[in-house]
């Protein structure tokens, strides 16, 4: 059965209304005195509002949406299956869309990825927006060490553990980057997307397509500071050894409020493993 359309008129009435914010009641019943069905009434606004939107969306220049990780639905599971560890659901939010996650490594599993990275370290860089290479910037005080995927044993764990929990394909992810700041080192905020008006965007995005979402992993307890931070709605995750916070963004924009930072550390130092997912197979 082909769904019922509204006619042209009807269907910019309804759109205005949206705009306004009027309530769905008295956008559905013109439509019911018309004769409508109330299912069939609800499904054509839907259909009249949601298509607005991607127009408006398309004149704009917004990037189209992409299918991203969904670990876990609002108010669902504690603790969710990442094959050989339960994984604890602390805190959830909607925009942007933010899960912290409890004991996602144990404590060893932690302490060899630093032992493992140490001899590795070198000063961070950024992605220069013109070239797509390395640049050392004062936005990014930390060292770090970027292993390839399955580089070894535990690295190769720990993404297979990543992508059970998120049901994304292992090959769609990034080896893990391990970054150390001490004191005073921070990452100023940032998205972790590419940005696709860039020029440097292209090579990484030939590479398996955008990054969809981040999974920060914390591998030690900074004495003071360190947090995660999203300016865009004041929130901020506690670095917690074994703990993680994962983020996604459907699509290469601030309106994901995926803003982001590692905010300086005060006392003691910080050791992280980011793991980034992408849209495809990233070789
Ligand atoms: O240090 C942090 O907490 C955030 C790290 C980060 O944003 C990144 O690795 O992209
Ligand atoms: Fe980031």
Not at 83 to 101: F, I, K, N, T, Y
Not at 113 to 137: C, F, K, M, N, Y
Request: hydrophobic share 40%.
């Amino acid at each position: 059965m082909t769904a019922r359309q509204l006619s042209a008129e009807r269907e910019q009435w309804v759109v205005e209304q949206a705009m306004a914010g009027a309530d769905p009641d008295s956008v559905l019943k013109p439509l019911r005195a018309e004769g409508w069905d109330e299912q069939a009434a609800i499904d054509a606004v839907q259909a009249a509002v949601s298509d607005f939107i991607e127009r408006n969306a398309q004149q704009t220049g917004l990037p189209r949406p992409v299918r991203v990780p969904v670990p876990a639905e609002p108010n669902g599971a504690t603790l969710l299956d990442a094959g050989d560890r339960q994984v604890q659901v602390l805190a959830s939010l909607m925009l942007p869309r933010v899960l912290v996650l409890g004991g996602l490594l144990a404590d060893d599993e932690c302490d060899a990825l630093i032992e493992l990275a140490r001899a590795r370290l070198r000063r961070s860089t950024t992605v220069d927006p013109e070239s797509g290479g390395d640049q050392v910037h004062a936005d990014r005080t930390s060292r770090g060490t970027c292993f390839t995927r399955g580089q070894n044993a535990l690295c190769a764990r720990i993404e297979a553990r990543i992508a059970r929990l998120l049901d994304w394909p292992l090959d769609h992810g990034e080896g893990l980057q391990i970054l150390n700041y001490g004191p005073g080192a921070e990452y100023r905020p940032h998205h972790d997307y590419f940005d696709p008006a860039e020029p440097g965007s292209q090579v990484h995005l030939a590479r398996g397509g955008q990054r969809v979402a981040s999974v920060v992993m914390y591998l030690n307890t900074p004495k003071r500071g360190g947090a995660t931070t999203f300016p865009d709605v004041h929130f901020e995750v506690a670095a917690v050894k074994g703990n993680a916070v994962f983020f996604s963004y459907d699509r290469a924009h601030p309106m994901t409020r995926t803003l982001h930072a590692g905010a300086p550390v005060i006392e003691g130092e910080k050791w992280i493993a980011t793991k980034w997912l992408r849209e495809g197979r990233h070789d």
